[in-house]
């Protein structure tokens, strides 16, 4: 997987030395761009909770997935970004963010009920936890300039919220899984501030929250970075992101809870025409 990242990464990088040959002195602004790629990684640390009540009624265990599932608090996980310029105010943007943890671990001196099953004390117990959001968002430019540029945005983000727990033994089989998947709308604002030839800042931020059928949801997505443009469509960055989400249902098929938080810091290569 390490050996993927980095190969794609090589690339990336092949690709952009390139093409800054053919645009060797011309630094045109950020603002200016009408195509934008970035690829990176990031050093995520995360924090999970969740409740899966069955559908009996039983209440379930109110679980922390990294202490009781052995989920890994920190990982690197890929990172890609792509943006297109309609004109000189519309833009759209299109990013990927995935996050897919596993985990061992033995089940404490209390059950763990976790929908229609329940893991005993002792249990040698296998996990697997995986968020993934793919957001299409349009953004419109209320202040541009070569210097900088504020949009308002409006994306849809696609997000898939999947749990696998499960106990082998020669005396014991039991599986669980969990899967919540569904489009959620984000508002929010993206700014670019170029503050010299060579290096510029960004940042963005999109939240929403939802109530729908017995169903209580919100996804924030945020993030800062700074740039050096060391030629003239290439940029590498050192950043920070966060990714909130919480997902609360009463509904009687697929009652319980999920929260999750993740942020970390971030390196990536930009390149821009």
Known sequence: MIATRIASLTVLASFALHAQRTLADDYFSPTDERVRISLGAERLTSTTSLQSDSSTGVTGTDIN????????????????????RVDTRQRISIDYFMLDRSGNSIVG?????????????????????????????????????????????????????????????????????????????????????????RFYVGGRAQYLNIHVN???????????????????????????????????STQTTQPGFFDFNTNGPEVFIRVGF
């Not at 009781?68 to 297109?84: I, T």
């Not at 696609?158 to 919540?180: G, L, M, N, P």
């Not at 800062?224 to 050192?238: E, H, I, M, T």
């Open 65 to 84: 997935a990294e202490r009781q599932f052995g989920l890994d608090k920190s990982r690197w996980e890929p990172d890609f970004q792509a943006l297109v």
């Open 109 to 197: 001196a209390n059950p763990i009920n976790f929908r229609d099953v329940t893991f005993l004390p002792g249990d040698p117990l296998q996990t697997q936890l995986s968020l993934r959001t793919l957001g299409i968002t349009y953004e419109y430019s209320l202040w541009h300039s070569e210097t900088l540029e504020i949009a308002a945005t409006l994306g849809v983000h696609a997000t898939d919220i999947s749990a696998s727990a499960k106990v082998q033994t020669q005396t014991r089989h039991v599986i669980q899984d969990e899967d919540q998947a569904g489009p959620v709308p984000t508002v929010g604002i993206d700014a670019t501030w170029v503050i010299s030839r």
């Open 214 to 248: 017995n169903l209580d949801g919100s996804l924030g997505l945020y993030e800062f970075d700074a740039l050096y443009r060391y030629r003239a469509n290439v940029s590498v960055g050192l950043g920070f992101t966060a990714v909130r989400a919480h997902l609360a």
